[in-house]
């Protein structure tokens, strides 16, 4: 493990970032398509949450080793986000977790049932630690994020393809999904959250909401 700076590629190591009761290790995957992927772990009681068993089984079996993970959170339904779910799933007894539109369509690619829906405001355990749901309705129907609010310190969020580092995830030039998106990101994450709000995305770098905010009507202009 390195000092955690959030920029991780595929094959390389991966990031550890400590915070007061929780461990936020992050690990990318497959070289065509680098996703991210989160073991969070709780230092009180050493359970822990996978968010997108998105490939490489073996790298994220790997990283997880005998740590228990409970949960694995797909934060929505395109294939390249839960190729290693199976597998994961097989090897750790965890339950899954999907947003409810979004359940179906995962098992359907997977053949692994969701065991959890989620939505709006409904939570999920680590360890004694809490992720808050955010439904995210645009880039899929069921795209959810998953907020951490640090007691010790600011608040983390895991934002899957709903928003990255310069805009918003890919609507594929829909003139209803984008409007749909860039309203819940904005109404959902940065009309509620604070600029120190460390944000963690499906692929690439991470950010924080006071570098992107100045952007917002950018990104609304542009209809990407």
Not at 48 to 67: E, K, R, Y
Not at 99 to 112: C, M, N
């Amino acid at each position: 493990m390195v000092t955690y700076t959030g920029e991780v590629k595929p094959g390389g190591p991966a990031h550890t970032r400590e915070l007061g009761s929780l461990t936020i290790t992050k690990v990318a995957v497959d070289e065509q398509m680098s996703n991210n992927c989160y073991l969070l772990t709780c230092k009180h009681t050493g359970e822990a949450v996978l968010i997108d068993a998105a490939a490489d089984s073996g790298t994220l079996l790997s990283l997880i080793g005998s740590t228990p993970v409970t949960h694995v959170v797909t934060t929505h339904q395109h294939w390249d986000h839960h190729r290693a779910l199976s597998d994961v799933v097989e090897a750790t007894g965890a339950a899954t977790v999907a947003g409810v539109p979004d359940s179906a369509p995962i098992t359907e690619q997977t053949g692994v049932p969701i065991t959890i829906e989620v939505g709006d405001g409904d939570t999920v355990p680590v360890g004694t630690c809490t992720l808050s749901v955010i439904a995210i309705a645009g880039h899929t129907p069921g795209s959810i994020a998953l907020l951490y609010d640090d007691p010790e310190g600011h608040p983390h969020l895991f934002t899957g393809d709903s928003l990255f580092p310069g805009g918003v995830g890919n609507t594929q030039g829909d003139a209803g999904r984008f409007p749909q998106l860039i309203g819940d990101v904005s109404a959902k994450i940065f009309d509620r959250l604070p600029d120190d709000t460390w944000f963690y995305p499906g692929h690439g770098n991470d950010s924080t909401l006071g570098a992107e905010r100045p952007h917002l009507d950018e990104w609304r202009e542009r209809g990407w």
